[in-house]
């Protein structure tokens, strides 16, 4: 939910977010209504007011699901809510499939649009500063958050991938279809893919030294086999990977994490630093690219 704001000084908090589990929808409706006269009602005790018309809610379903559904109506202070199946949070836009298909062709608008500019300005700019206005304009976008929507589950990646390469084609003065790999080769830099390998792989790092705050839980998200069984094994000091029913829960960190991480070469593993550990898997990821 969003848009509380607090009178009178009028202190706006944005990006609020409530979230509600049921597997019967009638028993959701109930639920969500109940807690929300709850909250409605801590607000007015609190001097504090919710902007509705600000104020949706979305409904998380399989894409592949065929069955009907309800039609659920929230209400609060007797307004009804807006139901929404996209919308943005944190600058991430998040649609009720979890495919990612409306951020990602929301980043490829942004990529294409600077790999025109930069197309542009190519004749009177040398490749080093080509691919300095890259890393400034089109990088951070496809960065931002890639842990979480450019997973192999988002179907959408791909369009995404042609437009990166198209403007590494642009930066380095190349042929329409020439081979992209020994360019990402030639400039250090990652394809979309392996930033989303990267930064996984430094959320592993993070968790298995437990660098992440205390108060997130996220440092013994992952557990080893050894503390599963006593065999002594050389799998031993690796992550435990617990079998998934479904193709939603095989994506996900904890899965996916789990089996990065005990991919990689233990000097990597090894590193004694997180930044000393992102320079190495870099130049790990970097090295399986084709020079040309």
């Known amino acids: 939910m969003k848009g509380m704001v607090a009178a009178p000084q009028f202190i706006s908090i944005h990006d609020t977010n409530i979230l509600f589990s049921h597997k019967d929808e009638n028993s959701l409706e109930t639920l969500i209504n109940n807690e929300l006269e709850t909250i409605s009602n801590w607000f007015k005790l609190n001097k504090l007011s919710l902007n509705v018309k600000k104020t949706n809610f979305m409904i998380f379903k399989n894409k592949h699901t065929t069955k009907h559904q309800k039609e659920i109506n929230i209400h609060i202070n007797n307004n009804k809510l807006e139901k929404v199946h996209t919308t943005k949070f944190l600058g991430i836009l998040i649609d009720d499939n979890l495919s990612w298909k409306s951020h990602t062709s929301h980043i490829s608008k942004i990529v294409s649009k600077y790999n025109g500019i930069i197309r542009k300005v190519r004749p009177f700019l040398p490749q080093e500063s080509l691919f300095t206005l890259y890393n400034t304009f089109a990088v951070p976008y496809i960065s931002y958050c890639n842990i979480i929507w450019a997973d192999k589950n988002n179907s959408h990646l791909e369009s995404l991938f042609l437009l990166q390469k198209r403007i590494i084609r642009t930066c380095t003065n190349s042929?329409?279809?020439?081979?992209?790999?020994?360019?990402?080769?030639?400039?250090?830099?990652?394809?979309?893919?392996?930033?989303?390998?990267?930064?996984?792989?430094?959320?592993?790092?993070?968790?298995?030294?437990?660098?992440?705050?205390?108060?997130?839980?996220?440092?013994?998200?992952?557990?080893?086999?050894?503390?599963?069984?006593?065999?002594?094994?050389?799998?031993?000091?690796?992550?435990?990977?617990?079998?998934?029913?479904?193709?939603?829960?095989?994506?996900?960190?904890?899965?996916?994490g789990a089996l990065l991480w005990n991919s990689l070469p233990q000097s990597i593993k090894s590193s004694p630093s997180v930044s000393s550990f992102k320079t190495n898997f870099k130049k790990h990821l970097i090295s399986s690219y084709i020079s040309g």
Not at 229 to 252: E, G, I, M, P, Y
């Open 175 to 256: 042929l329409w279809l020439a081979h992209t790999e020994p360019l990402f080769k030639q400039l250090n830099t990652l394809k979309i893919q392996d930033i989303h390998f990267h930064q996984l792989g430094t959320f592993m790092f993070n968790s298995h030294h437990k660098l992440f705050p205390t108060d997130l839980s996220l440092n013994n998200l992952f557990i080893t086999n050894a503390s599963i069984h006593d065999h002594l094994t050389r799998q031993a000091s690796n992550f435990h990977v617990n079998l998934t029913k479904t193709k939603l829960a095989d994506n996900t960190i904890k899965i996916q």
